[in-house]
């Protein structure tokens, strides 16, 4: 079965236009700076330390690519993991499609499967991204998702694991590591403050995890690092 059959039984065809997106993302950029965005903060984003060594970010939850694929126009190499099937087609649907259509590498890597299959891969030097799927409650007509998006989370559903997904993205103790995790505005923290103290505790481990948050206008970027590596928050 193709991702459009798919999705056309939840009354919305939509795709994944790699394209598309990259050429937003590049003329956006032309008149602003990566630097202003808080997920580039928030990754500790510098492009003249960039050079020819791209970092590599390992996104937990792919979903429709938007955020990937603006990673990589930044500079980092990515690799996705989605675990529900219909969007994983969905996902490779589009990949196929670019491949198809461009000889530029795209410096993504997918998987299909669990976050936590993944984990032991994480090597020192990467980064974790995770943005889950979670309660709005009722919207304002306003404030409510652009269409494909309300699409995506009918498909989906929310991450009702997100919590321990979480504890044990922590609890890898790799030292160098980021773990950004993508919050609304307002919305309480995944993992409290007292809930790192305890965790650090509990597993004694050499430095304490501090929560560094860069806001937009209607998102969060929570950030977790060990308290020993400094961050310059602008």
């Not at 461009?102 to 090597?123: D, T, V, W």
């Not at 997100?162 to 993205?169: S, T």
């Not at 030292?175 to 509990?202: G, S």
């Amino acid at each position: 079965l193709s991702s459009w059959y798919l999705l056309n039984h939840i009354g919305s065809p939509i795709n994944i236009d790699i394209h598309k997106s990259k050429e937003y993302h590049r003329r956006y950029f032309f008149k602003n700076s990566y630097h202003q965005e808080p997920l580039a903060r928030a990754f500790g984003f510098k492009s003249q330390s960039m050079g020819s060594t791209r970092p590599v970010v390992w996104d937990l939850t792919a979903g429709m690519l938007d955020d990937a694929i603006l990673l990589t126009e930044m500079g980092f190499d990515l690799k996705l993991i989605e675990r529900n099937p219909r969007q994983a087609l969905l996902i490779q649907n589009g990949l196929n499609r670019y491949q198809q259509t461009s000889s530029l590498p795209l410096n993504l890597e997918f998987n299909f499967g669990q976050a936590r299959e993944y984990l032991p891969k994480i090597m020192i030097d990467h980064s974790i991204y995770y943005d889950p799927m979670y309660h709005r409650g009722k919207l304002n007509p306003k404030s409510a998702p652009r269409k494909e998006m309300q699409v995506f989370r009918s498909l989906v559903g929310d991450d009702l694991d997100q919590k321990k997904i979480m504890l044990e993205l922590l609890e890898l103790q790799v030292p160098k590591q980021r773990i950004v995790v993508k919050r609304p505005l307002n919305a309480e923290p995944i993992i409290t403050d007292q809930e790192l103290f305890e965790i650090t505790k509990a597993h004694k481990m050499s430095a304490t995890f501090e929560r560094i948050s860069y806001k937009g206008k209607s998102t969060r970027y929570d950030c977790y690092m060990k308290n020993y590596e400094k961050i310059k928050v602008g």
